[in-house]
């Protein structure tokens, strides 16, 4: 039986429950959240780990990545160029995984899995501390429902859930006056993965005066620079050599032709051009920096959203599970194209997952083809979820709970 066929229905009644509470105001407590997204998540996970055709990040870089620290290696100096350019801390996690496997006796289809499913159960209470008083438990119960957050956490088994688990508790705490804390996740998000340097302004703009933001900065740059070092202290790479290290961290390899304006001048073909990821690079800056001028004045979470959503809307590259960065946060402040643009980017996703996958050899690319131009149906949702009329927070109380209750709610 496919995997579409066992995983699709649930995935669609998850989609369903989270647009039917919006619409009627649902509001279950916490556990009840909880248990539907623990489901959810379980059901994918068991059938993704028995399914036959696994991602190959998933499959083969993960692997290679624990294993390479279980081995005293720095899988960013050993592996495949493209295969692991991180800083070492997720490759620990995997590594971790790797031996709780062994200690079960779980598959790496079900140990690889655990971290990223654990990690997307946090963020449904995260959510809901975000959204505030009077949408917590909505808000918390739509995202256990999400089929995007399913999908990444349980059947890709990728990094974004617990990226998004720091970035999200970093803005909680930063909203509460918790400065340290606050800037310790933060850190520990850009640790994960680089692109959660789009959140830190607004987890800095989010706590009031100059020696606080210095502060979290302070934190910001001091816990990738731990991780960074460990690579000589715990790894094998050698002191000299972390200037390096830190340059391969930093690249990435120009894979084009899955998203957007790329996939016109390939022809809807997915393929690794330099030239285009220059210019894709000098696009993305411009993009972003206009944005962060233009909402400059916002609530730093919409701030957030902002950021978020500019770099999947112009961006050059991109994997299916980057669709889930901006969810936590359109969720947490809703805006008038919110579900539109969650809908069609689970849709996206769902079928890059569950049906492409499925097709590698024999009509993959004609299938990539056409799934890379419908990509354009879904940036236009999310530009039209940008809050257009939210570029100023002025006029919003700005403490923990209140300012995240002062736009309505637009389901």
Request: proline share 6%; aromatic share 10%.
């Given at each position: 039986?496919s995997?579409?066929v066992v995983?699709?229905p649930?995935?669609?009644?998850?989609?369903?429950?989270a647009?039917v509470?919006?619409?009627?105001g649902?509001?279950?407590?916490?556990?009840?959240a909880?248990?539907?997204?623990?489901?959810?998540?379980?059901?994918?996970?068991?059938?993704?780990a028995?399914?036959?055709?696994?991602?190959?990040?998933f499959g083969?870089?993960?692997?290679d990545?624990?294993n390479?620290?279980l081995?005293?290696?720095?899988?960013?100096?050993?592996?495949?160029?493209g295969?692991?350019?991180f800083?070492?801390?997720?490759?620990?996690?995997?590594?971790g995984?790797?031996?709780?496997?062994?200690?079960?006796?779980?598959?790496?289809?079900?140990?690889?899995r655990?971290?990223?499913?654990?990690?997307?159960?946090v963020?449904?209470?995260?959510?809901?501390?975000?959204?505030g008083?009077?949408?917590d438990r909505l808000?918390a119960?739509?995202?256990a429902?999400?089929?995007l957050?399913?999908?990444?956490?349980?059947?890709?088994?990728q990094?974004?859930?617990?990226?998004?688990v720091f970035?999200v508790?970093?803005?909680?705490?930063?909203r509460?006056?918790r400065?340290?804390a606050?800037?310790?996740?933060?850190?520990?998000?850009?640790?994960?993965t680089?692109?959660?340097l789009?959140i830190?302004?607004?987890?800095?703009l989010?706590v009031?005066g100059a020696r606080?933001?210095?502060?979290?900065?302070g934190?910001t740059?001091?816990?990738?620079?731990?991780?960074l070092?460990?690579?000589w202290f715990?790894?094998?790479?050698?002191l000299?050599?972390l200037?390096?290290?830190a340059?391969?961290?930093?690249?990435?390899?120009?894979?084009?032709g899955?998203?957007?304006w790329?996939?016109?001048?390939?022809g809807?073909?997915?393929?690794?051009?330099?030239?285009?990821?220059?210019i894709?690079?000098?696009?993305?800056?411009?993009?972003?920096?206009a944005a962060a001028?233009?909402?400059?004045?916002?609530?730093?979470?919409d701030?957030t959203?902002v950021?978020?959503?500019?770099?999947?809307?112009?961006t050059?590259r991109l994997?299916?599970?980057y669709?889930l960065?901006?969810?936590?946060?359109?969720?947490a402040r809703?805006?008038?194209?919110?579900?539109?643009?969650?809908?069609?980017?689970?849709?996206?996703?769902?079928?890059?997952?569950?049906?492409?996958?499925?097709?590698?050899g024999?009509?993959?690319?004609?299938a990539?083809e056409?799934?890379?131009?419908?990509?354009?149906?879904?940036?236009a949702?999310?530009i039209r979820?940008?809050?257009?009329?939210?570029r100023?927070?002025?006029?919003?109380?700005?403490?923990?709970a209140?300012?995240r209750?002062?736009?309505?709610?637009?389901?």
């Amino acid at each position: 039986m496919s995997l579409a066929v066992v995983t699709g229905p649930p995935l669609v009644g998850g989609l369903v429950l989270a647009l039917v509470a919006g619409r009627r105001g649902w509001a279950p407590p916490l556990w009840v959240a909880l248990a539907v997204g623990a489901a959810l998540r379980l059901l994918v996970m068991v059938a993704g780990a028995n399914d036959s055709v696994v991602p190959y990040d998933f499959g083969h870089d993960f692997v290679d990545a624990g294993n390479a620290v279980l081995n005293g290696q720095n899988p960013t100096m050993h592996l495949r160029e493209g295969g692991w350019h991180f800083l070492p801390f997720l490759a620990y996690v995997l590594a971790g995984q790797l031996k709780l496997g062994d200690l079960l006796g779980l598959s790496w289809g079900i140990a690889g899995r655990i971290v990223p499913v654990v990690s997307d159960l946090v963020l449904i209470p995260l959510i809901g501390r975000l959204a505030g008083a009077g949408q917590d438990r909505l808000r918390a119960f739509q995202y256990a429902c999400v089929p995007l957050g399913v999908l990444v956490s349980a059947l890709h088994g990728q990094f974004p859930p617990i990226t998004l688990v720091f970035a999200v508790a970093a803005l909680v705490c930063a909203r509460a006056g918790r400065v340290h804390a606050a800037g310790l996740f933060i850190g520990l998000s850009i640790a994960c993965t680089h692109w959660s340097l789009l959140i830190v302004p607004g987890v800095v703009l989010a706590v009031a005066g100059a020696r606080n933001r210095l502060t979290v900065l302070g934190w910001t740059a001091g816990v990738p620079a731990v991780f960074l070092l460990s690579g000589w202290f715990v790894l094998d790479t050698p002191l000299t050599q972390l200037p390096l290290l830190a340059q391969r961290i930093m690249s990435t390899r120009a894979v084009v032709g899955d998203w957007g304006w790329t996939s016109l001048v390939t022809g809807g073909a997915q393929m690794e051009a330099p030239v285009l990821g220059r210019i894709g690079m000098v696009v993305l800056v411009a993009g972003l920096a206009a944005a962060a001028w233009w909402w400059r004045r916002a609530d730093p979470v919409d701030l957030t959203l902002v950021l978020l959503l500019v770099f999947l809307i112009v961006t050059h590259r991109l994997g299916a599970q980057y669709l889930l960065w901006p969810v936590p946060f359109l969720l947490a402040r809703p805006t008038r194209g919110a579900w539109l643009a969650i809908t069609l980017s689970s849709l996206w996703a769902a079928f890059g997952y569950l049906r492409l996958y499925q097709l590698m050899g024999v009509g993959y690319s004609a299938a990539h083809e056409w799934w890379a131009y419908s990509s354009f149906i879904v940036i236009a949702a999310l530009i039209r979820a940008l809050p257009w009329d939210r570029r100023s927070a002025a006029g919003q109380v700005s403490g923990p709970a209140d300012a995240r209750t002062t736009v309505p709610a637009a389901d």
